[in-house]
């Protein structure tokens, strides 16, 4: 029995609420009325955990889960609600319609029975009685496939489905004590052992979870949920090898049911076996329909992942469509898909789980109250010694560190590299740089993994081939700091001094000619003043005289070959002149360097931009631009080269550039930059 209850506005709601929870209430209304189911959901659960346990709530919750197809989800917010409404005759109906809706029939059959004698008059009751008279019907032969008989079999039965329904709430500890008393009752129920250890598992027992499903595998070598919780309970706990062993087991047991496929899926999925999930998925596609059983979402969401790792990506957004057409309301493949939207050096996907499925949930509450103390402001060598302490009493979570750089979703993702930059273990700083250096997660994220294991001396700076937007490519990495700490002064009398302030004002004030008049007047005082020489150039160009311009810049870089500007200057020179290998070689030196000011990291990112738009390449151009702007904020120089970036990347996108420094493309790339500046 579905729901059928009647959908209530935001404003019919009692007036005993919380103001501001009727107003949110009817902004949910709002968006269940546009179809926005997801977002209704997510706000509302977020009003639950606010406001807890609160009738109006929970009631607009479970008409959401419905609509979205999470029928589990949709029973536990009914079991919550008739748990705070026993009373309630709607409710009970409910819920009786959620376990028939989640295939638990015994519980559904007792549901509707405890329904029928407190309201036998009820309006629905009639409709009650004849779904009940059906269950009841095949009860018989449902109690015959679980393999329970005797006078207490529909006891059992209930149990049973009871320890399912705290799973999936994950109320463990009352899992456990259901399949317990089950056990006591029927000590080679393999169902109920493999619940068990699932309980144990989530409780972070995993010696008890592993004891369980060997136990059950002792009566039933092929055991398929059993095969699958045994490879994922040894994987997570660190024992790699004999995890692909029994994996090897399950992969040989028969496949029969939807929950089958699912359950050696997800262990492969654990695994990191793409091809095997596919050749999976193969069998399943060649099976009858009777063996392929009820449509199950999450088989197909795995189908996707695996599909996604193995670059076949029009096939996976298929089948987290179809996913999605068995369930709208499955969050993990809804953000797969969203992820698979994003630009290619922004995507964190695919993942086939989310980060708390990777670990125990008592571990995860563990991590998650250890985070939180370590705070913003820990000093380096204190993180250091908490973390590395951490990682040694919980030694399985160092080894899925580089699992979850590999495979996890972005809080996963995230998890690792702050934990493995901060413990800086050998083992754990390696990691980083295989994250680093290889194709997984966005590009962002890699960078600050990148520049983490150079300064711990893993990565030597020099050029490397690394994916960057979604192919390889070869980027020089810098091994440099770049501060704002205040340049040295150059050491001039203060005459000179005083000459040269007023030079520069005088030409960023337009007034070229009298900075050239009293900069020549300083290098009268002092010829050797670098920083003279490059200013007076500057003069030059600003009134058009590049000739001369050019021999000052000449004269600096023979006369101070290691002053940065005049490099820069130099380097600048022989691109104008079409010389782009001397040019590269200059600019190259300066990468050497360990230490720059920010002034002068903008002017090596200048002339390399430079350097690359004069070849119409501007993802290398790109590249530089993003490191000049995360070290600089802002000015009207840095502005200009964003903008000519950016319209060197419509340039290209419209087709409108050749691949080399033609003078016909120069001209045709600074025509395109003037209309898009406009």
């Known amino acids: 029995m579905s729901r059928k209850q009647k959908r209530r506005s935001g404003k019919e709601f009692t007036s005993d609420l919380p103001r501001r929870l009727e107003e949110k209430l009817d902004e949910v209304h709002q968006l269940v009325n546009?179809?926005?189911?997801?977002?209704?959901?997510?706000?509302?659960?977020?009003?639950?955990?606010?406001?807890?346990?609160?009738?109006?709530?929970?009631?607009?919750?479970?008409?959401?889960h419905h609509d979205l197809r999470d029928y589990l989800a949709y029973q536990g917010t009914c079991e919550r609600l008739l748990a705070i409404r026993p009373n309630s005759a709607a409710f009970t109906l409910m819920l009786a319609g959620?376990?028939?809706?989640?295939?638990?029939?015994?519980?559904?059959?007792?549901?509707?029975?405890?329904?029928?004698?407190?309201?036998?008059?009820?309006?629905?009751?009639?409709?009650?009685?004849?779904?009940?008279a059906g269950l009841e019907a095949v009860m018989d032969s449902h109690l015959a496939l679980l393999d329970l008989t005797g006078a207490d079999a529909m006891e059992?039965?209930?149990?049973?489905?009871?320890?399912?329904?705290?799973?999936?709430?994950?109320?463990?500890?009352?899992?456990?004590?259901?399949?317990?008393?089950?056990?006591?009752?029927?000590?080679?129920?393999?169902?109920?052992?493999?619940?068990?250890?699932?309980?144990?598992?989530?409780?972070?027992?995993?010696?008890?979870?592993?004891?369980?499903?060997?136990?059950?595998?002792?009566?039933?070598?092929?055991?398929?949920?059993?095969?699958?919780?045994?490879?994922?309970?040894?994987?997570?706990?660190?024992?790699?090898?004999?995890?692909?062993?029994?994996?090897?087991?399950?992969?040989?047991?028969?496949?029969?049911?939807?929950?089958?496929?699912?359950?050696?899926?997800?262990a492969l999925s654990y695994l990191g076996d793409d091809d095997g999930v596919l050749a999976l998925f193969r069998e399943f596609q060649e099976g009858t329909e009777e063996q392929r059983g009820i449509p199950d979402a999450f088989f197909h969401h795995l189908v996707a992942v695996a599909c996604q790792r193995l670059g076949q990506e029009e096939e996976a957004r298929r089948q987290w469509q179809e996913c999605l057409r068995l369930q709208p309301g499955f969050d993990l493949a809804r953000d797969n898909l969203e992820d698979l939207r994003r630009p290619m050096g922004e995507r964190h996907g695919p993942w086939a789980f989310s980060f708390n499925n990777w670990l125990p949930v008592n571990l995860l509450r563990e991590v998650d109250e250890f985070l939180k103390t370590l705070g913003k402001?820990?000093?380096?060598?204190?993180?250091?010694?908490?973390?590395?302490?951490?990682?040694?009493?919980?030694?399985?979570?160092?080894?899925?560190?580089?699992?979850?750089?590999?495979?996890?979703?972005?809080?996963?993702?995230?998890?690792?590299?702050?934990?493995?930059?901060?413990?800086?273990?050998?083992?754990?700083?390696?990691?980083?740089?295989?994250?680093?250096?290889?194709?997984?997660?966005?590009?962002?994220?890699?960078?600050?993994?990148?520049?983490?294991?150079?300064?711990?001396?893993?990565?030597?700076?020099?050029?490397?081939?690394?994916?960057?937007?979604?192919?390889?490519?070869?980027?020089?990495?810098?091994?440099?700091?770049?501060?704002?700490?205040?340049?040295?002064?150059?050491?001039?009398?203060?005459?000179?001094?005083?000459?040269?302030?007023?030079?520069?004002?005088?030409?960023?004030?337009?007034?070229?000619?009298?900075?050239?008049?009293?900069?020549?007047?300083?290098?009268?005082?002092?010829?050797?003043?670098?920083?003279?020489?490059?200013?007076?150039?500057?003069?030059?160009?600003?009134?058009?005289?590049?000739?001369?311009?050019?021999?000052?810049?000449?004269?600096?870089?023979?006369?101070?070959?290691?002053?940065?500007?005049?490099?820069v200057a130099m380097a600048q020179l022989l691109m104008r002149e079409g010389n782009l290998p001397e040019a590269k070689a200059l600019l190259d030196r300066l990468l050497t360097r360990p230490r720059f000011h920010v002034s002068e990291f903008g002017a090596v990112c200048a002339a390399q931009i430079d350097y690359w738009l004069v070849q119409a390449k501007p993802e290398g151009a790109r590249h530089w631009l993003d490191m000049w702007q995360k070290t600089s904020r802002g000015g009207a120089v840095l502005h200009s080269y964003r903008n000519r970036v950016h319209a060197a990347e419509q340039f290209v996108e419209a087709g409108q550039g050749g691949q080399g420094p033609s003078q016909n493309d120069l001209r045709r790339r600074d025509k395109w930059f003037a209309q898009r500046a406009k």
């Not at 008059?121 to 009940?132: K, L, M, S, V």
């Open 377 to 567: 402001h820990v000093k380096d060598e204190t993180l250091h010694r908490r973390v590395s302490d951490f990682l040694q009493k919980h030694p399985a979570l160092a080894a899925l560190v580089p699992v979850l750089f590999e495979r996890g979703d972005p809080a996963g993702r995230s998890f690792a590299l702050r934990f493995a930059l901060a413990a800086a273990t050998p083992d754990l700083l390696a990691a980083a740089r295989d994250f680093a250096l290889g194709q997984h997660g966005p590009d962002g994220m890699r960078s600050e993994a990148t520049q983490a294991v150079m300064n711990a001396g893993l990565l030597p700076p020099g050029p490397k081939r690394m994916w960057m937007k979604g192919e390889w490519r070869d980027i020089q990495l810098m091994g440099w700091e770049v501060t704002g700490e205040p340049l040295p002064p150059p050491r001039h009398s203060p005459q000179v001094a005083a000459w040269t302030r007023e030079a520069v004002e005088a030409i960023h004030s337009g007034e070229h000619v009298r900075g050239e008049m009293l900069l020549k007047k300083a290098l009268i005082e002092e010829p050797d003043g670098p920083d003279l020489l490059n200013a007076l150039g500057a003069a030059y160009h600003a009134q058009g005289r590049d000739h001369e311009a050019d021999e000052v810049v000449r004269q600096t870089y023979e006369r101070f070959p290691e002053y940065l500007f005049g490099i």
């Open 156 to 266: 059992c039965a209930i149990l049973h489905e009871e320890v399912q329904a705290f799973l999936a709430r994950d109320l463990h500890a009352q899992a456990r004590q259901k399949a317990e008393a089950l056990l006591r009752r029927r000590p080679h129920f393999t169902a109920a052992v493999n619940n068990l250890s699932e309980a144990y598992f989530r409780d972070g027992q995993l010696d008890q979870a592993i004891a369980c499903a060997l136990r059950t595998l002792g009566s039933d070598a092929e055991n398929v949920q059993a095969l699958s919780n045994l490879t994922r309970y040894l994987y997570l706990s660190g024992r790699w090898s004999e995890a692909r062993d029994w994996a090897l087991k399950l992969q040989a047991a028969q496949t029969t049911g939807s929950h089958a496929w699912a359950k050696k899926a997800e």
């Open 98 to 132: 959620a376990y028939l809706l989640n295939r638990s029939p015994a519980l559904a059959l007792r549901t509707f029975r405890q329904y029928l004698r407190r309201w036998p008059d009820h309006p629905r009751a009639a409709e009650a009685r004849h779904i009940a």
């Open 34 to 64: 546009r179809g926005e189911l997801t977002q209704a959901r997510q706000q509302l659960e977020e009003l639950d955990r606010k406001y807890p346990d609160t009738k109006e709530v929970l009631h607009f919750l479970t008409n959401v």
